[in-house]
């Protein structure tokens, strides 16, 4: 039995387009589940118009008695959902008419996989492609670093998801095994799509296809992994960063794992390596000195990810740089 889930917020401008890229798919799933977190506009009755007008009797959708958040929402309906093999939805991307076809052929191929997570194509808010040249060792339109040069598909050690996710949710599917130990330990302390893929690989069952399987689409609400900061001055660059929101976001990563390991298995030596680099790092974003990005600057995560740029930063961080533009700006 295939699923998708669903989860939509204020979300009326691309909604239409979402559910249609999913009625066209080639493998069509036996239910979709829909909840709206009490959006404030107009996705409700589109989402349900939507449903009457193409007879999909295996579609649901209701909306939330009171809004639970995005984190909450998805952990919400992976609680309802039946399938053995369950797809995670935005609201505004585009998927792939091949998506459920391709990724339910190599679950059924690989019964050891538990989740699967598929490259992205970026597209605007036109539906027009977006070309972006990945980085060094980056894959996944930026969004996955690997050293090690990627194949079609690739098993995921928890030590790289300490640091960051594979893909976005909206581009990844789990297995009824999965969800069921999701349902069982997950607290909201990080997205669950993250949660999901840290603990498929405690299982050694988290695996990147390294093609795409959906339209992702970019937009001012949802540019996760795409930053534009790079290409703002200093003063604004320095005006938008938060060390409190930094510190707060690296410790959620760093609980997760404690958590993973009081629930499920004590974490492999890499992963704990790259757990303390954050730790570390945590430290450095408290107290900005030099002989605290030094300590940073020891691990191989640090020597390995960070590029020319980000050195740069963490430089004029140690210098205290950007407490002196605060002052000049403040003078201004």
């Known amino acids: 039995m295939i699923s998708v889930i669903i989860a939509t917020y204020n979300g009326e401008k691309y909604i239409q387009k979402q559910l249609q890229s999913i009625l066209n798919q080639r493998k069509q799933p036996d239910e979709v589940i829909i909840r709206d977190d009490c959006s404030t506009d107009n996705t409700g009755n589109l989402i349900k118009e939507f ?22 929402n998805f952990n919400n309906l992976l609680s309802l959902v039946n399938g053995d093999y369950i797809f995670l939805s935005d609201q505004d991307d585009e998927w792939l008419p091949n998506k459920i076809e391709k990724m339910v052929s190599i679950f059924e191929n690989n019964q050891h996989i538990l989740a699967l997570n598929g490259s992205i194509s970026l597209i605007d808010g036109h539906s ?7 980085g060094k060792n980056m894959y996944n ?13 690739n098993q995921i050690p928890l030590s790289d998801l ?7 949710g909206c581009a990844m599917a789990i297995t009824k095994n999965l969800k069921e ?7 909201e302390m990080i997205p669950h799509d993250w949660y999901l893929n840290m603990i498929a690989a405690i299982k050694g069952g988290c695996y990147y296809l390294n093609e795409p399987v959906i339209n992702y689409r970019v937009h001012s609400n949802n540019a996760i992994g795409l930053s534009s900061a790079a290409e703002r001055g200093l003063k604004a660059k320095l005006k938008s960063f938060d060390k409190e929101e930094r510190i707060k976001n690296f410790q959620m990563q760093i609980d ?13 030596i890499k992963t704990k390596e790259s757990q303390n680099y954050l730790k570390t790092r945590v430290a450095f974003y408290k107290k900005s000195t030099f002989m605290n990005l030094l300590k940073m600057c020891k691990y191989k995560d640090y020597q390995e990810r960070t590029a020319i740029r ?19 700006d403040r003078r201004a």
Not at 256 to 268: E, H, S
């Open 181 to 187: 130990m999701f349902l069982q330990s997950y607290n």
């Open 128 to 134: 027009h492609s977006i070309e972006i040249i990945d």
């Open 51 to 72: 449903i009457k007008e193409n007879e999909l009797s295996n579609w649901s959708f209701e909306t939330n008695v009171s809004n639970k958040g995005y984190r909450g």
């Open 256 to 268: 997760a794992i404690d958590k993973l390991t009081i629930d499920f298995a004590n974490v492999d």
């Open 310 to 328: 980000g050195r740069i930063w963490d430089l004029v961080l140690a210098l205290k740089i950007d407490s002196l533009a605060y002052l000049l």
């Open 162 to 168: 300490v640091i960051s996710n594979v893909t976005p």
């Open 141 to 153: 339109s930026n969004f996955y670093f690997s050293v090690k040069k990627l194949k079609r598909l």
